[in-house]
Protein backbone atom coordinates (compact mmCIF):
# COMPACT_ATOMS: atom_id res chain seq x y z
CA UNK A 1 0.00 0.00 0.00
CA UNK A 2 1.03 3.17 -0.94
CA UNK A 3 1.69 5.58 2.12
CA UNK A 4 0.74 9.50 0.89
CA UNK A 5 2.97 11.79 2.67
CA UNK A 6 1.12 14.22 4.28
CA UNK A 7 2.03 18.14 2.59
CA UNK A 8 -1.57 19.33 3.68
CA UNK A 9 -2.93 20.85 6.65
CA UNK A 10 -5.54 18.59 8.42
CA UNK A 11 -8.23 20.03 11.11
CA UNK A 12 -10.00 18.02 13.14
CA UNK A 13 -13.13 19.37 15.37
CA UNK A 14 -14.24 17.24 17.93
CA UNK A 15 -16.72 17.93 21.03
CA UNK A 16 -20.65 17.30 21.56
CA UNK A 17 -21.95 20.28 19.74
CA UNK A 18 -20.83 22.59 17.05
CA UNK A 19 -18.50 19.84 15.05
CA UNK A 20 -20.96 19.78 11.99
CA UNK A 21 -21.52 23.55 12.00
CA UNK A 22 -18.17 24.76 12.16
CA UNK A 23 -16.35 22.17 9.87
CA UNK A 24 -18.73 23.59 7.28
CA UNK A 25 -18.58 26.70 7.80
CA UNK A 26 -14.57 26.55 7.61
CA UNK A 27 -14.84 24.58 4.18
CA UNK A 28 -17.40 27.38 2.60
CA UNK A 29 -14.49 30.41 4.11
CA UNK A 30 -11.82 28.11 2.73
CA UNK A 31 -13.28 27.45 -0.50
CA UNK A 32 -14.19 31.51 -1.21
CA UNK A 33 -10.93 31.92 -0.39
CA UNK A 34 -9.78 29.79 -3.90
CA UNK A 35 -8.76 26.86 -1.77
CA UNK A 36 -9.04 23.17 -2.53
CA UNK A 37 -11.30 21.18 0.21
CA UNK A 38 -11.74 17.58 1.77
CA UNK A 39 -14.64 17.75 4.37
CA UNK A 40 -15.96 14.76 6.19
CA UNK A 41 -19.20 15.75 8.43
CA UNK A 42 -21.88 13.93 10.01
CA UNK A 43 -23.40 13.28 6.06
CA UNK A 44 -20.81 11.93 4.11
CA UNK A 45 -17.50 13.05 2.45
CA UNK A 46 -17.09 15.65 -0.50
CA UNK A 47 -14.55 17.44 -2.11
CA UNK A 48 -14.78 21.28 -3.44
CA UNK A 49 -18.60 20.92 -1.54
CA UNK A 50 -19.48 18.04 -3.93
CA UNK A 51 -20.71 15.15 -1.88
CA UNK A 52 -18.70 12.23 -2.89
CA UNK A 53 -20.63 9.77 -0.12
CA UNK A 54 -23.43 10.10 2.27
CA UNK A 55 -24.07 9.09 5.76
CA UNK A 56 -25.92 5.39 4.33
CA UNK A 57 -23.24 4.58 1.88
CA UNK A 58 -21.08 4.79 5.40
CA UNK A 59 -23.27 2.73 7.28
CA UNK A 60 -23.79 0.60 4.65
CA UNK A 61 -20.13 -0.51 3.58
CA UNK A 62 -18.45 0.23 6.87
CA UNK A 63 -21.19 0.21 9.45
CA UNK A 64 -20.02 3.30 10.81
CA UNK A 65 -21.59 6.68 10.43
CA UNK A 66 -19.17 8.97 8.02
CA UNK A 67 -17.41 11.05 11.17
CA UNK A 68 -15.89 8.58 12.91
CA UNK A 69 -12.81 7.56 11.56
CA UNK A 70 -12.66 10.24 9.31
CA UNK A 71 -8.90 9.52 8.06
CA UNK A 72 -10.46 6.70 5.75
CA UNK A 73 -11.41 9.32 3.03
CA UNK A 74 -8.31 11.14 2.55
CA UNK A 75 -7.95 8.21 -0.33
CA UNK A 76 -9.65 11.51 -2.45
CA UNK A 77 -5.77 13.11 -1.89
CA UNK A 78 -4.60 10.82 -5.29
CA UNK A 79 -7.67 11.68 -6.83
CA UNK A 80 -8.56 15.26 -9.03
CA UNK A 81 -8.94 17.80 -7.75
CA UNK A 82 -7.34 17.95 -5.08
CA UNK A 83 -3.79 15.56 -6.48
CA UNK A 84 -0.92 18.05 -6.20
CA UNK A 85 -3.32 20.74 -5.13
CA UNK A 86 -0.89 23.50 -3.92
CA UNK A 87 -3.78 24.91 -2.19
CA UNK A 88 -5.38 22.25 -0.43
CA UNK A 89 -6.66 22.28 3.46
CA UNK A 90 -8.52 18.94 4.92
CA UNK A 91 -11.53 19.35 7.47
CA UNK A 92 -12.32 16.47 9.45
CA UNK A 93 -15.35 15.98 11.64
CA UNK A 94 -14.80 13.14 14.50
CA UNK A 95 -17.05 11.78 16.42
CA UNK A 96 -16.75 9.70 19.69
CA UNK A 97 -16.48 6.43 18.02
CA UNK A 98 -12.99 7.76 16.72
CA UNK A 99 -11.71 7.25 19.82
CA UNK A 100 -12.49 3.63 19.55
CA UNK A 101 -11.02 0.56 17.85
CA UNK A 102 -11.88 1.99 14.79
CA UNK A 103 -9.69 4.75 15.35
CA UNK A 104 -9.16 8.20 13.39
CA UNK A 105 -7.76 6.72 10.20
CA UNK A 106 -5.16 8.52 10.43
CA UNK A 107 -1.56 9.54 12.55
CA UNK A 108 -1.95 13.13 13.41
CA UNK A 109 -3.17 16.43 12.60
CA UNK A 110 -2.20 19.82 12.48
CA UNK A 111 -4.91 21.58 14.29
CA UNK A 112 -7.23 20.15 16.62
CA UNK A 113 -10.60 21.96 18.27
CA UNK A 114 -12.65 20.81 21.19
CA UNK A 115 -16.20 22.69 20.94
CA UNK A 116 -17.80 22.01 24.44
CA UNK A 117 -18.22 18.82 25.98
CA UNK A 118 -22.02 18.40 27.68
CA UNK A 119 -23.58 15.37 29.34
CA UNK A 120 -24.67 13.19 26.05
CA UNK A 121 -23.90 9.59 24.87
CA UNK A 122 -24.12 8.90 28.49
CA UNK A 123 -25.53 5.34 28.18
CA UNK A 124 -23.55 3.30 31.52
CA UNK A 125 -21.83 1.31 29.36
CA UNK A 126 -18.27 2.24 27.22
CA UNK A 127 -19.05 5.99 28.11
CA UNK A 128 -20.58 6.28 32.02
CA UNK A 129 -19.87 9.94 32.78
CA UNK A 130 -18.56 13.04 31.37
CA UNK A 131 -15.07 12.42 32.36
CA UNK A 132 -15.23 8.97 30.26
CA UNK A 133 -16.56 11.60 27.44
CA UNK A 134 -13.25 13.84 28.15
CA UNK A 135 -11.05 10.84 28.02
CA UNK A 136 -12.38 9.92 24.48
CA UNK A 137 -12.48 12.85 22.92
CA UNK A 138 -8.83 13.38 24.67
CA UNK A 139 -7.22 12.03 21.00
CA UNK A 140 -8.07 15.72 19.94
CA UNK A 141 -4.96 16.97 21.63
CA UNK A 142 -3.07 14.04 21.93
CA UNK A 143 -2.77 13.21 18.46
CA UNK A 144 -1.58 16.46 17.41
CA UNK A 145 1.67 17.28 15.20
CA UNK A 146 4.75 18.67 17.45
CA UNK A 147 3.77 21.62 16.07
CA UNK A 148 0.16 21.60 15.66
CA UNK A 149 -2.51 24.25 17.50
CA UNK A 150 -4.97 22.95 20.03
CA UNK A 151 -8.10 25.03 19.95
CA UNK A 152 -10.33 24.87 22.93
CA UNK A 153 -13.89 26.56 24.58
CA UNK A 154 -12.06 28.63 27.80
CA UNK A 155 -16.09 29.05 28.57
CA UNK A 156 -16.65 25.11 29.32
CA UNK A 157 -15.77 25.42 32.77
CA UNK A 158 -15.22 21.46 32.75
CA UNK A 159 -12.55 21.70 29.72
CA UNK A 160 -10.91 24.14 30.91
CA UNK A 161 -10.35 22.28 34.64
CA UNK A 162 -9.52 19.31 32.88
CA UNK A 163 -7.16 20.52 30.03
CA UNK A 164 -5.27 22.36 33.33
CA UNK A 165 -4.17 19.27 34.08
CA UNK A 166 -2.63 18.21 30.82
CA UNK A 167 1.09 18.57 30.01
CA UNK A 168 0.28 19.64 26.64
CA UNK A 169 3.37 21.04 25.12
CA UNK A 170 1.55 23.05 21.59
CA UNK A 171 0.31 26.00 20.94
CA UNK A 172 -3.44 26.56 22.40
CA UNK A 173 -5.91 28.95 21.30
CA UNK A 174 -8.93 29.69 24.00
CA UNK A 175 -12.14 30.90 22.41
CA UNK A 176 -14.68 32.15 24.67
CA UNK A 177 -15.78 34.89 27.02
CA UNK A 178 -13.23 34.36 29.01
CA UNK A 179 -9.68 33.18 29.84
CA UNK A 180 -8.29 32.04 32.79
CA UNK A 181 -4.97 33.62 33.71
CA UNK A 182 -4.73 35.68 31.05
CA UNK A 183 -1.92 37.19 31.31
CA UNK A 184 0.39 34.48 32.15
CA UNK A 185 -1.64 32.08 29.24
CA UNK A 186 -0.70 35.13 26.62
CA UNK A 187 3.24 34.95 28.06
CA UNK A 188 3.36 31.29 27.48
CA UNK A 189 3.11 31.66 23.96
CA UNK A 190 -0.74 30.88 23.60
CA UNK A 191 -3.62 32.92 21.76
CA UNK A 192 -7.37 34.32 22.83
CA UNK A 193 -9.87 34.71 20.88
CA UNK A 194 -12.76 37.04 23.60
CA UNK A 195 -16.10 36.77 22.51
CA UNK A 196 -17.03 39.99 24.68
CA UNK A 197 -20.37 39.99 25.79
CA UNK A 198 -21.33 43.72 26.37
CA UNK A 199 -20.44 44.58 22.49
CA UNK A 200 -20.63 40.79 20.77
CA UNK A 201 -17.29 42.24 18.94
CA UNK A 202 -14.75 39.20 18.70
CA UNK A 203 -10.94 40.34 20.12
CA UNK A 204 -7.63 38.72 19.13
CA UNK A 205 -5.14 38.63 22.24
CA UNK A 206 -1.80 37.93 21.98
CA UNK A 207 0.85 39.13 24.41
CA UNK A 208 1.52 41.64 22.47
CA UNK A 209 -1.73 43.25 21.55
CA UNK A 210 -5.47 43.03 21.44
CA UNK A 211 -6.84 43.47 18.15
CA UNK A 212 -10.80 43.88 17.74
CA UNK A 213 -11.02 41.56 14.53
CA UNK A 214 -15.21 41.63 13.76
CA UNK A 215 -18.62 42.58 16.02
CA UNK A 216 -20.08 39.03 15.75
CA UNK A 217 -23.72 40.78 15.13
CA UNK A 218 -23.11 41.72 11.49
CA UNK A 219 -22.35 38.10 10.66
CA UNK A 220 -26.32 36.75 9.77
CA UNK A 221 -25.30 33.61 10.71
CA UNK A 222 -25.31 34.38 14.97
CA UNK A 223 -28.58 35.77 14.29
CA UNK A 224 -27.72 39.83 15.34
CA UNK A 225 -25.78 37.98 18.60
CA UNK A 226 -28.08 36.12 20.19
CA UNK A 227 -28.00 32.57 18.54
CA UNK A 228 -24.89 31.69 21.36
CA UNK A 229 -24.19 28.45 19.77
CA UNK A 230 -23.00 30.47 16.54
CA UNK A 231 -21.40 33.10 18.21
CA UNK A 232 -19.03 29.71 19.13
CA UNK A 233 -19.38 28.13 15.61
CA UNK A 234 -17.82 31.45 13.44
CA UNK A 235 -15.19 32.15 16.13
CA UNK A 236 -13.75 28.99 16.42
CA UNK A 237 -13.65 29.20 12.25
CA UNK A 238 -11.66 32.92 12.97
CA UNK A 239 -9.10 30.80 15.27
CA UNK A 240 -8.70 27.91 13.45
CA UNK A 241 -7.85 30.43 10.21
CA UNK A 242 -5.47 32.07 12.41
CA UNK A 243 -3.61 28.64 13.35
CA UNK A 244 -3.40 27.66 10.06
CA UNK A 245 -2.78 30.49 7.71
CA UNK A 246 -0.23 32.68 10.51
CA UNK A 247 -0.61 35.95 11.41
CA UNK A 248 0.58 37.71 8.71
CA UNK A 249 -1.59 36.18 6.45
CA UNK A 250 -4.42 35.83 8.62
CA UNK A 251 -4.11 39.35 9.03
CA UNK A 252 -3.97 40.33 5.68
CA UNK A 253 -7.06 38.16 4.38
CA UNK A 254 -9.19 38.99 7.70
CA UNK A 255 -11.47 41.47 5.94
CA UNK A 256 -12.16 38.69 2.92
CA UNK A 257 -12.86 36.27 5.82
CA UNK A 258 -15.13 38.62 7.23
CA UNK A 259 -17.04 39.49 3.69
CA UNK A 260 -17.49 35.41 3.12
CA UNK A 261 -18.82 34.75 7.00
CA UNK A 262 -21.37 37.66 6.08
CA UNK A 263 -22.62 35.99 3.25
CA UNK A 264 -23.14 32.42 4.53
CA UNK A 265 -26.30 30.47 4.60
CA UNK A 266 -27.87 27.82 6.55
CA UNK A 267 -27.17 24.89 4.00
CA UNK A 268 -31.14 23.30 3.43
CA UNK A 269 -30.09 19.86 3.39
CA UNK A 270 -28.03 19.86 5.76
CA UNK A 271 -30.85 19.29 8.75
CA UNK A 272 -29.24 22.20 11.37
CA UNK A 273 -30.79 25.50 12.27
CA UNK A 274 -33.60 25.68 8.87
CA UNK A 275 -35.75 28.32 8.92
CA UNK A 276 -39.11 27.61 7.18
CA UNK A 277 -41.69 30.55 7.15
CA UNK A 278 -45.17 29.87 6.78
CA UNK A 279 -48.21 32.89 6.34
CA UNK A 280 -48.79 32.35 10.50
CA UNK A 281 -45.93 31.21 12.08
CA UNK A 282 -42.42 29.74 11.56
CA UNK A 283 -40.73 26.84 11.85
CA UNK A 284 -36.81 25.58 13.15
CA UNK A 285 -35.63 22.58 12.14
CA UNK A 286 -32.84 20.81 13.74
CA UNK A 287 -32.19 17.66 15.25
CA UNK A 288 -30.34 18.61 18.61
CA UNK A 289 -30.59 15.49 21.05
CA UNK A 290 -29.25 17.15 24.60
CA UNK A 291 -30.97 19.41 27.04
CA UNK A 292 -28.01 22.30 26.07
CA UNK A 293 -29.22 22.39 22.27
CA UNK A 294 -32.75 22.16 23.44
CA UNK A 295 -32.67 25.01 25.55
CA UNK A 296 -30.05 27.33 23.74
CA UNK A 297 -32.75 26.91 20.25
CA UNK A 298 -35.68 28.04 22.41
CA UNK A 299 -33.99 30.81 23.61
CA UNK A 300 -33.61 31.46 19.74
CA UNK A 301 -37.02 30.81 19.02
CA UNK A 302 -38.26 32.76 21.94
CA UNK A 303 -36.42 36.03 20.41
CA UNK A 304 -38.17 36.25 17.47
CA UNK A 305 -41.55 34.78 18.74
CA UNK A 306 -44.75 36.96 18.60
CA UNK A 307 -46.19 34.47 20.67
CA UNK A 308 -45.46 30.71 21.55
CA UNK A 309 -42.53 28.31 21.32
CA UNK A 310 -43.77 24.80 20.35
CA UNK A 311 -41.57 21.82 20.46
CA UNK A 312 -41.69 18.48 18.52
CA UNK A 313 -38.91 16.64 20.64
CA UNK A 314 -37.80 13.04 21.46
CA UNK A 315 -34.97 12.03 23.36
CA UNK A 316 -32.84 9.51 22.08
CA UNK A 317 -33.55 6.10 23.58
CA UNK A 318 -30.03 5.14 24.49
CA UNK A 319 -30.00 8.15 27.36
CA UNK A 320 -30.26 6.83 31.35
CA UNK A 321 -32.86 7.69 33.64
CA UNK A 322 -30.84 10.59 35.23
CA UNK A 323 -30.00 12.43 32.34
CA UNK A 324 -34.04 11.95 30.78
CA UNK A 325 -34.82 13.22 34.83
CA UNK A 326 -32.39 16.16 34.02
CA UNK A 327 -33.95 17.00 30.78
CA UNK A 328 -37.42 17.19 32.38
CA UNK A 329 -36.84 19.42 34.90
CA UNK A 330 -35.19 21.83 33.40
CA UNK A 331 -37.05 21.92 29.85
CA UNK A 332 -40.44 23.27 30.83
CA UNK A 333 -39.21 27.10 31.44
CA UNK A 334 -38.02 27.26 27.64
CA UNK A 335 -41.15 25.58 26.03
CA UNK A 336 -44.60 26.87 25.93
CA UNK A 337 -45.71 23.30 25.01
CA UNK A 338 -44.05 20.21 23.58
CA UNK A 339 -45.42 16.66 21.57
CA UNK A 340 -43.18 13.79 22.52
CA UNK A 341 -42.33 11.56 19.90
CA UNK A 342 -40.05 8.37 20.07
CA UNK A 343 -37.57 7.43 17.64
CA UNK A 344 -38.82 4.00 18.54
CA UNK A 345 -42.28 3.88 17.13
CA UNK A 346 -42.57 0.74 15.80
CA UNK A 347 -41.82 1.24 12.27
CA UNK A 348 -38.73 3.21 12.18
CA UNK A 349 -37.55 0.81 14.87
CA UNK A 350 -38.94 -1.50 16.72
CA UNK A 351 -36.68 -1.74 19.77
CA UNK A 352 -33.67 0.70 20.61
CA UNK A 353 -30.32 0.23 18.47
CA UNK A 354 -28.32 1.75 21.49
CA UNK A 355 -28.85 -0.10 25.22
CA UNK A 356 -30.01 2.01 28.09
CA UNK A 357 -30.18 0.87 32.42
CA UNK A 358 -29.07 -2.67 30.95
CA UNK A 359 -31.71 -3.20 28.07
CA UNK A 360 -33.16 -2.12 24.78
CA UNK A 361 -35.96 0.34 24.87
CA UNK A 362 -39.16 -0.47 23.10
CA UNK A 363 -41.73 1.31 21.79
CA UNK A 364 -43.12 4.63 23.36
CA UNK A 365 -40.76 3.71 26.21
CA UNK A 366 -38.65 6.69 25.94
CA UNK A 367 -41.37 9.09 25.53
CA UNK A 368 -43.50 8.02 27.88
CA UNK A 369 -40.64 8.39 30.61
CA UNK A 370 -40.12 11.81 29.69
CA UNK A 371 -44.19 12.79 30.03
CA UNK A 372 -43.52 11.04 33.59
CA UNK A 373 -41.00 13.31 34.67
CA UNK A 374 -41.89 16.07 33.01
CA UNK A 375 -45.38 15.54 35.43
CA UNK A 376 -42.99 14.80 38.44
CA UNK A 377 -41.60 18.44 38.18
CA UNK A 378 -45.24 20.10 37.00
CA UNK A 379 -44.74 20.76 33.57
CA UNK A 380 -48.45 19.51 32.15
CA UNK A 381 -47.78 21.03 28.64
CA UNK A 382 -47.30 18.32 26.33
CA UNK A 383 -48.42 15.80 24.59
CA UNK A 384 -47.01 12.41 24.19
CA UNK A 385 -47.89 11.11 20.13
CA UNK A 386 -45.38 8.37 19.22
CA UNK A 387 -44.98 8.96 15.89
CA UNK A 388 -42.96 11.80 14.43
CA UNK A 389 -44.95 12.71 11.44
CA UNK A 390 -48.39 12.45 13.64
CA UNK A 391 -46.47 14.55 16.26
CA UNK A 392 -45.61 17.20 13.96
CA UNK A 393 -48.93 17.32 12.08
CA UNK A 394 -50.60 17.59 15.60
CA UNK A 395 -48.40 20.49 16.61
CA UNK A 396 -49.63 22.53 12.75
CA UNK A 397 -53.12 21.36 13.86
CA UNK A 398 -52.69 23.62 16.89
CA UNK A 399 -50.44 26.23 16.17
CA UNK A 400 -51.49 29.87 17.11
CA UNK A 401 -50.65 33.19 14.88
CA UNK A 402 -47.70 34.09 15.92
CA UNK A 403 -46.18 30.84 17.14
CA UNK A 404 -42.20 29.37 16.42
CA UNK A 405 -42.77 25.69 16.02
CA UNK A 406 -39.00 23.95 16.99
CA UNK A 407 -39.26 20.81 14.73
CA UNK A 408 -36.51 18.32 16.04
CA UNK A 409 -36.29 15.38 13.26
CA UNK A 410 -35.50 11.97 14.44
CA UNK A 411 -31.69 12.62 12.54
CA UNK A 412 -31.67 9.57 10.42
CA UNK A 413 -33.41 11.72 7.36
CA UNK A 414 -32.70 15.11 7.18
CA UNK A 415 -34.50 15.79 3.19
CA UNK A 416 -37.56 13.77 5.09
CA UNK A 417 -37.73 15.84 8.10
CA UNK A 418 -37.54 19.26 6.07
CA UNK A 419 -39.90 18.30 3.35
CA UNK A 420 -42.55 17.38 6.08
CA UNK A 421 -41.85 20.88 7.56
CA UNK A 422 -41.91 22.40 4.03
CA UNK A 423 -45.34 20.82 3.15
CA UNK A 424 -47.16 21.74 6.44
Not at 41 to 51: C, L, Q, R
Not at 239 to 266: C, D, N, S
Not at 307 to 312: A, L, P, S, Y
Request: glycine fraction near 6%.
Amino acid sequence: MRIIKQAYPLVTITGTKGKTTTVRLLDYVYRNLGFNTLRVDTDGHFVNEKKKSDYFYSRKYWGIVPNNCPGRYLFELDNKPLKNSKKLVCLLEAALGSSSSIGLGYFRHDIGVLTNIYRDHITNVRIKNKNDIYKAKSFIFKALRKKGTFIYNSSDKYIVKKINKENITQKKIAVGYHCNNLKKFLNEGNYFFEINTETKELVFHSNRQAIRLVNLQSIPFTFDGVFEPNLFNVSFVYAILYAEMGEKYFFRKIKAITKTLQKYTVDQEGGRMVFVEKDRYKIIVDFAHELESFKQIALLARNISKNRVIGVLRIDPSRINKDILSTAKQIGKYYDFIYIYDKVDGEKMKESIGVAEGKKRGIGETAELFAQYLEKFGYQQYKVVVKESKAFKEAVKNVQEGDVIIYIGDGFNHQKTLKTAQGA
